[in-house]
């Protein structure tokens, strides 16, 4: 069984990314980062791209192509407060889907990973 199925599928990953997306809505930081004023298409690809990952439909390649995370990133400054936002929202957003305590950390750790890789300015600027 893959990890997305021992979650819940989609429905887990669309109640994940909606929370998130929830937080990022009201956060003074991180809204404005976004290029469109609608954040509904923008939480639709980071659902797609994280079914992906986690080993569901590979809906996001097909309509992105090759992921890379970081380079996509790139118009954007990430530096330590964008990335410890992020992952406050994304927190809140795991928490919330009051998964066993096992998957909980995996996802969790990961998350924690990718935001610490995706920063792209050094941390005292
Ligand atoms: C896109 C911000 C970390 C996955 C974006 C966009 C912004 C953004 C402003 C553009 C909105 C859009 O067009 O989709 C940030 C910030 C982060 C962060 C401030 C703080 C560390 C992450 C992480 C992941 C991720 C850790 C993956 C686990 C994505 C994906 C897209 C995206 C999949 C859409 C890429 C595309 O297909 O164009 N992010 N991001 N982001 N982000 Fe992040």
Same mark, same amino acid.
Request: hydrophobic content about 55%.
């Given at each position: 069984m893959t990890?997305?199925?021992a979650v819940g599928g989609e429905e887990t990953f669309v109640r994940l990314v909606r929370r998130f997306y929830e937080g990022v809505a009201d956060d003074p930081v991180l809204r404005p980062m976004y290029p469109e004023e609608d954040l509904g298409p923008a939480e639709?690809?980071?659902r &797609?791209? &994280?079914i992906q990952y986690w080993g569901g439909p590979r809906t996001y390649n097909e309509l992105r192509g090759h992921p890379r995370l970081r380079?996509?990133?790139f118009p954007f400054r990430i530096g %330590? %407060?964008?990335r410890d936002r992020? &992952? %406050?929202h994304m927190r809140a957003a795991v928490d919330? &889907?009051?998964l066993p305590a096992e998957l909980e950390t995996r996802l969790w750790e990961y998350m924690v990973y990718a935001a610490h890789s995706m920063v792209n300015v050094p941390e005292d600027e």
């Open positions: 990890f997305y199925d639709e690809r980071l &797609l791209f &994280l380079m996509r990133h %330590a %407060a964008e992020w &992952l %406050a919330s &889907l009051g």
